[in-house]
């Protein structure tokens, strides 16, 4: 998937207001790291996700998506990639047309659902609960053609354990981009800390 070609590490946020949308974008921008994965979880701002959806800068994915009703008041068909915790194929089949859809993995069998329904990437969630990075090298030596967008225990200090699997190509969380950033509109600080994450 392109999208992670240049990018390997997926901020993932929950924008509850339309200054840390724009706190956001600032971050993002200072760290010319334009991409991220806009949660839709409790106490989003659908104004605010919307603001960042129309914006021509950035390259938003929207997450946690368990049903097409979470995208009500969501400007989605602006978004770049949609991600999953879990694997729906009537939910892939209606979003896939308008975006690249990432659904979640644990097991062999999803792997193999998702695959004969054209699915490549796929989102390998709570990754490090489910067996971390020899889970991972296991799927490869079955299914080397599928990659993964990891999440879930990973972390600023396993990361790069992850990013040195052949099948991985990107990982994402909160880590990527603590909320007390966003929070107190920190932009050079978030910035900084994205750059230092990414060298």
């Not at 974008?25 to 129309?54: D, M, Q, W, Y």
């Not at 490090?128 to 053609?145: H, I, N």
């Not at 990982?171 to 750059?195: A, R, T």
């Amino acid at each position: 998937m392109t999208i992670f070609s240049n990018h390997k590490l997926i901020p993932t946020v929950t924008i509850k207001s339309q200054a840390e949308a724009d706190a956001l974008k600032n971050i993002l921008i200072h760290a010319s790291h334009p991409i991220v994965e806009l949660t839709l979880r409790s106490g989003f701002s659908a104004e605010a996700v919307n603001s960042l959806l129309n914006d021509s800068e950035l390259t938003i994915g929207i997450g946690t998506l368990t049903a097409l009703s979470d995208l009500e008041g969501i400007d989605y068909k602006q978004a770049d990639f949609f991600v999953s915790p879990g694997s729906d194929l009537s939910l892939i089949k209606q979003l896939n047309e308008v975006a690249p859809f990432v659904p979640g993995i644990e097991t062999s069998s999803e792997i193999m659902v998702n695959k004969n329904a054209g699915i490549s990437v796929m989102k390998f969630f709570p990754a490090e609960l489910l067996g971390g990075t020899q889970k991972l090298q296991a799927y490869g030596d079955v299914y080397p053609e599928i990659k993964f967008l990891c999440t879930g225990g990973v972390n600023s200090t396993n990361y790069k354990s992850y990013l040195a699997c052949k099948n991985v190509v990107a990982v994402g969380g909160s880590f990527v981009l603590p909320e007390k950033y966003i929070h107190e509109c920190d932009i050079e600080g978030g910035g900084d800390y994205l750059l230092n994450l990414k060298s």
